[in-house]
């Protein structure tokens, strides 16, 4: 029987022009760098699950929706083993603990706990996720070292505990603990939703329609099964003269990363979350780079660091230079690198309609309805027909009640945030690096 064979970190970038041309003064460089791991998952040393379900059962979920959530949770059940922990709370205007964390030997128990939630009740999100934190915490001291995950379901707008929302999130960061939030219909609040998974590492999701909550569990369970490096950052170093302006995630979602000074001068540290098998971590970087000549430039050097999750092989870190070939013949180029302008515009597209809800949001009703129309040119220059026809009636919504909508809202925002795993994002050929 063959070993497997361990998974391996590549890297591979484009520039918006190359070769740059010589410049007696400095130029802004894109490049979009790529970040993949390939490989199986046998060859991965996978550490236990410690998950805690959080699960809103107020009155608003009864029928479908709770069929659903019961049913994806049983799936959450039926693929955990007997080193994984498991613990379910469901919350209304109250958090209970339905099954205490513990290790999957007694399954039947934990499924009969499923079974016992029953709809009633009113909203309030921060009893839930202070209830699943504790139980993550109870279910970590029962596996030792593993992945702990806190996956919450809710279809309604919590109100006056945001704030505690957004503490609770900060103490599951320092714990390393995910949350993931998942969003059904159109009453939630995707802006708190999101800001929760962004401040430990996660990403919300928006689940349109009751039956694809199964759909939307397996998909995290597969995920977490899939993490293959955690707390991974990727440094880039620029020279004398230049600097990192901007870097915006590309891949596989549209959106910010979170960047901070590194140790050294030059230094910015782009904090990336986890590391997935068989998935594509992209940024677009807007590097301003000194005064050019000779025959190449050096655009940055790039340090990547994660922990796998074998944490008996430590640290592991791996470097990536980015540079360009210079000629003294090039022009500055009318039209960037086709992947490059693609990632461009789907950022723009996804800073635009931020921009146009905050601008809702400020009474400028006017100067929304002119952002979402520039969102929707964009989208239709990048190649996405269908969004962009949702962003267009999204604006005449706007114009003519003076509000927005609330699925149309919940469409345009995750919508341009799922740019990033469109494949005609991906780069046609490897560059040369």
């Known amino acids: 029987m063959s070993t497997p064979v361990q998974p391996q970190v590549a890297f591979r970038h484009r520039l918006g022009q190359d070769p740059l041309p010589v410049a007696a003064g400095s130029q802004m460089v894109y490049a979009l760098l790529e970040i993949a791991v390939m490989g199986e998952t046998a060859g991965i040393f996978q550490l236990p699950l410690n998950l805690c379900l959080v699960l809103d059962h107020s009155l608003s979920m009864r029928g479908e929706k709770m069929d659903r959530v019961k049913e994806a949770a049983r799936y959450v059940l039926s693929q955990l083993g007997q080193d994984d922990s498991l ?55 029962l596996t030792g070292p593993a ?175 980015i540079r360009a070939a210079v000629d003294a013949q090039a022009r500055p180029a009318l039209v960037l690198d086709p992947a490059v302008k693609g990632a461009v515009e789907k950022v723009v597209a996804y800073k635009l309609q931020k921009r146009a809800w905050q601008d809702l949001q400020e009474g400028n009703l006017q100067q929304a309805t002119t952002k979402l129309r520039m969102v929707a040119t964009r989208l239709l220059d990048a190649g996405e027909p269908d969004l962009a026809r949702t962003v ?18 919940k469409q345009i925002k995750y919508g341009t945030r799922g740019l990033g795993r469109t494949q005609h994002m991906r780069m046609p050929e490897p560059a040369p690096g």
Not at 395 to 408: I, P, W
């Open 87 to 141: 613990g379910v709370v469901a919350f209304n205007d109250r958090a209970t603990v339905m099954a205490p964390a513990q290790l999957v030997t007694q399954a039947q128990d934990i499924a009969q706990a499923i079974e016992d939630i029953v709809p009633r009740g009113g909203t309030e999100l921060a009893s839930g996720l202070d209830a699943g934190l504790a139980q993550l915490q109870r279910g970590r001291s």
């Open 147 to 321: 992945i702990s995950s806190l996956l919450v379901l809710t279809d309604g707008r919590t109100y006056g505990d945001e704030s505690r929302c957004m503490e609770l999130a900060e103490v599951a960061q320092r714990r390393d603990m995910l949350i993931t939030p998942l969003g059904v219909g159109d009453e939630w609040n995707e802006d708190l939703l999101e800001t929760l998974a962004y401040r430990c590492g996660s990403h919300s999701e928006y689940i349109d329609q009751p039956a694809a909550i199964v759909t939307a569990f397996r998909q995290h369970i597969a995920d977490l099964r899939h993490i293959y490096g955690r707390q991974a950052a990727l440094t880039v170093r620029t020279a004398a003269q230049a600097r990192l302006v901007q870097a915006h995630r590309v891949a596989p979602l549209i959106g910010r990363v979170e960047m901070v000074p590194g140790a050294n001068a030059g230094e910015q540290r782009l904090l990336l979350g986890n590391l997935m098998l068989g998935e594509v971590q992209g940024l677009l970087l807007e590097i301003v780079v000194p005064p050019v000549a000779g025959e190449t430039a050096q655009v940055a050097a790039c340090t990547l660091e994660w922990q796998p999750t074998d944490h008996k092989a430590g640290i592991v870190r791996l470097g990536y230079p």
């Open 392 to 409: 267009q009636a999204e604006a005449e919504h706007l114009e003519q009640h003076g509000f927005a909508s609330a699925v149309g809202t």
